[in-house]
């Protein structure tokens, strides 16, 4: 695991072993996200990369090991513990709340915090980020267009004011000309200094923003490196990006 | 899509046939009684309206003013109780038909409370402060009802097939109406006489309306406004509506779903808790099985205003309850059918039919787009 000069991993897994029924879904799986970085962990069909995100966010209870969020262990803590705490989720497939409003849905994403001032603090600071979200405040959210809605998405978690935010499948069913903006969105929340745990299938749109990142094979992490140095990794090359 | 499946896609079936015929014929049916009914108002002598029915008599404005009146305030009771069956359909996607029974135990409750008050002497010396007493009592028992309801006998079955939980919502019926009988016994009870004054009728624009009527009408107006204001602007509503759209998002935002689906059975219970105190000032009888037929119907308005639907289900018992007490005589009664108004039931249920013939998502209920599905 990359070293970071002894500061504290912001948000861990210790040797994680997960279950579905019988089926052993994640073997063993150890990260570190530190704060501010942006990691992605790769990985094709089935490779675990969901389960993995449900486990650190404590909706898959792990059979063995344990999820650290600041040094303290959060296992089997319900996911407005760790929300509350700073750690949230953009879903794949963005899953707003289609006949709910925009505005309402960037209010669900601050449903845990009492602090009226941050909040309207946060509203505004989405507001200038996303200008075209702002315009759209009051109509429902499953009427706006495909790149919107990923606005309101982001937005919508950025509203938790999280210290790390992660990412399911960025660029799942989207247009590639969305898949560019989503990037841009993804790499200007992290200039914001959220740390971003991003999942992925397309390696090489996630490795030419990311730090680092990880590679899940059937439940296993079997490569663990920077991203210039994945991106030059032969192995990888051949199994993600489409290389012989 | 292969052009086989495009051609049979574009063919009509049998069924699709028979039910043209029938939203045909229901049409026809119900516009020329109407049509019968407008002439025979305008001329009793008129040949067509004699033809076919000579004993048909026609409404007074008097007599079709008590009828709309009375539809609605009955419709707004309906109302209540649908919004019940369409909360918990949208968060949960069962219908609840213990529902009727939550109704029953607030206009139980409020029978047992108002005959204590009326042996006090409160209820004929301090009515209105004795009514608010009721309801307050009802919507505590029905709320308390709804809420073990769902503890015991929904929460364990959250993962099953929906299919599961509904049945399972017909056992707990029955279980409370036996309940009740072993509580209260067999027999039909009722609530103590209304004071006078509240039956004289008062005008209100160009009505005269019955002055139980209209409290009827004001108390369900008063529920309803409260229930809209906290499903559309305090945060407990906005968390029901996340809960109901996305029950692994919501959770993500942080909401409590197990808590937002409590409270969803509590305000349910307590709409229903209120609609059992205007059953009671209504009809002034209340027996273990008064829940079954106004909760069926009110399912059936909930339907008729599209489930999941809240301003629906409002929507869809006033008009059912206008349907049933006006279309027996101006819809039936031209076609010549005996004994209209002991169709009363029927008619609610035709209703029920054919709307859902003609707009299968009920009147406000909203088709999934293409997009939505996906």
Known sequence: MTDRNGATPLLEMRGINTHYGAVHILKDVELAIYPGELVCLLGGNASGKSTTLKTLLGMVTPTTGDVVLDGEVVNGKPTSYLVERGVTMVPENRRLFKRLSVKENLELGAYLRTDRDGIQRDLERVYSMFPRVYERLSQKSGTLSGGEQQMVAMGRALMSNPRVLLMDEPSMGLAPALVQTNFELIEQIHQEGVAIFMVEQNANMALSIADRGWVLQTGRVVLDDTADALMANPELRASYLGEA | ?374
């Open chain 2, 1 to 374: 899509m292969t052009t086989a499946m495009r051609h049979k896609a574009a063919q009509k079936t049998g069924v699709d046939q028979f039910l043209t015929f029938l939203r045909v014929v229901l049409s026809f049916f119900i516009i020329t009684g109407l049509v019968m009914f407008v002439l025979q108002q305008i001329n009793p002598d008129n040949p067509i309206a004699a033809r076919i029915n000579p004993d048909a008599t026609g409404l007074t404005a008097d007599q079709f003013e008590g009828l709309v009146i009375s539809g609605l305030s009955q419709g707004a009771m309906y109302g209540l109780i649908a919004l019940g069956y369409s909360m918990v359909y949208g968060v949960l996607g069962f219908i609840n038909f213990a529902h009727g029974e939550v109704f029953m135990v607030g206009a139980m409750t409020g029978m047992i409370v108002s005959n204590k008050l009326d042996e006090a002497g409160a209820w004929e010396s301090n009515f209105l402060l004795s009514l608010l007493f009721i309801i307050v009592v009802a919507i505590v028992c029905s709320t308390a009802t709804a809420v073990i309801m769902e503890r015991v006998a929904y929460r364990p079955l959250r993962g099953a097939p929906r299919l599961i939980p509904l049945i399972t919502s017909i056992g707990v019926s029955f279980l409370i109406q036996n309940i009740s009988v072993v509580l209260l016994g067999p027999g039909a009870k009722s609530y103590p006489t209304l004071p006078d004054w509240l039956a004289d009728k008062r005008s209100i624009l160009f009505f005269e309306i019955e002055g139980t009527k209209i409290m009827v009408l004001v108390v369900a107006a008063i529920s309803m406004a409260g229930l809209w204001f906290l499903v559309e602007r305090t945060k407990t509503g906005k968390a029901m509506r996340a809960v109901a759209e996305d029950k692994e998002i919501a959770s993500l935002m942080g909401i409590d779903v197990n808590k937002t689906i409590v409270t969803t059975f509590a305000v349910g219970g307590a709409m229903a808790g209120v609609a059992g105190i205007l059953w009671g000032i209504l009809f002034r009888s209340v027996i273990h099985t008064t829940g079954f037929l106004p909760g069926i119907k009110a399912f059936s308005a909930a339907v008729v205003g599209g489930i999941g639907n809240l301003g629906g289900a409002m929507a869809g018992g006033l008009s059912l309850g206008s349907a049933e007490s006006l279309a027996p005589l101006m819809v039936l009664e031209p076609w010549g059918i005996g004994g209209v108004s002991q169709l009363k039931d029927a008619v609610a249920f035709l209703v029920l039919i054919f709307v859902l013939l003609v707009r299968p998502t009920g009147l406000f209920g909203e088709r999934l787009s293409s997009e939505d599905r996906a």
